[in-house]
């Protein structure tokens, strides 16, 4: 079956790194994402990364994948408020047509 | 701009009167969602639509119908609403292929009295 957790809530000062932490249960996953979801808005993609790949980097965001543990994250480098947000990660597979399969989401506030 | 629209943003409605939540894109998706968000939850899909006329059952299908009549448009209908159908919806819609990203709608919050 499919299941994906993260934790709920992650406070951490404007300027330090953040890290969004994610398990997986499905091994068959192909693809795994990274969205950030704003008050009133909907979800926008940050990163993604296929699971063949351990990492990948892309300015302030570097997403590492442990695919022995079925373990995702995604770090932020020199967090800002406007970085403050809720993050979701997702797994998706080759089959199953068009699903994509949310962990609960973490809330990241970042404070002065 | 390339986007997907819902409408309402925002709905107060009471048990058992139909109601319909459109949703369009304007990017010749092939694919399209409907999920739903509660707290704690994240978010889970009720629907997807993987072409015209395509159609079939996400996570939480119970209460719920979709149609898929033109590539564009993947209403979600809620034929007799109840409580447990207060959440946030969102919809989506991406390209097919392994790694085309989910474009999302920016949500409609329905409340169901």
């Known amino acids: 079956g499919e299941d994906v957790e993260q934790s709920l809530f992650l406070s951490v000062r404007e300027g330090d790194s953040s890290v969004i932490n994610c398990t997986y249960t499905?091994?068959?996953?192909?693809?795994l994402y990274w969205y950030k979801q704003e008050p009133g808005a909907g979800l926008q993609l940050l990163t993604y990364?296929?699971?063949?790949?351990d990492m990948k980097q892309d300015q302030r965001l570097t997403v590492l994948l442990n695919k022995k543990d079925k373990h995702l994250s995604l770090r932020i480098a020199d967090t800002q408020t406007g970085d403050s947000a809720i993050y979701f990660c997702?797994?998706?597979?080759?089959?199953?047509?068009?699903?994509?399969?949310f962990g609960t989401g973490t809330q990241l506030k970042v404070e002065l | 701009e390339a986007q997907v629209t819902q409408n309402p943003r925002y709905l107060i409605t009471v048990t058992g009167k139909k109601l319909t939540v459109t949703c369009s894109q304007n990017?010749?998706?092939?694919?399209m969602s409907w999920y739903r968000q509660d707290p704690g939850l994240g978010l889970r899909q009720i629907y997807y639509?993987?072409?015209?006329?395509?159609?079939d059952k996400g996570d939480v299908p119970e209460g719920y119908k979709v149609s898929r009549k033109e590539k564009r448009n993947f209403p979600l209908i809620l034929e007799s609403p109840s409580p447990n159908q207060t959440s946030l919806y969102f919809c989506?819609?991406?390209?097919?292929?392994?790694?085309?990203?989910?474009?999302f709608g920016d949500g409609t919050r329905l409340s169901i009295l």
């Open positions: 990017m010749n998706h092939e694919y």
């Open positions: 639509s993987m072409n015209v006329e395509v159609t």
């Open positions: 499905d091994s068959s996953s192909t693809y």
């Open positions: 997702a797994e998706s597979m080759s089959g199953g047509g068009n699903k994509l399969t």
């Open positions: 990364i296929f699971s063949n790949m």
């Open positions: 989506a819609s991406r390209r097919r292929g392994g790694n085309q990203p989910q474009h």
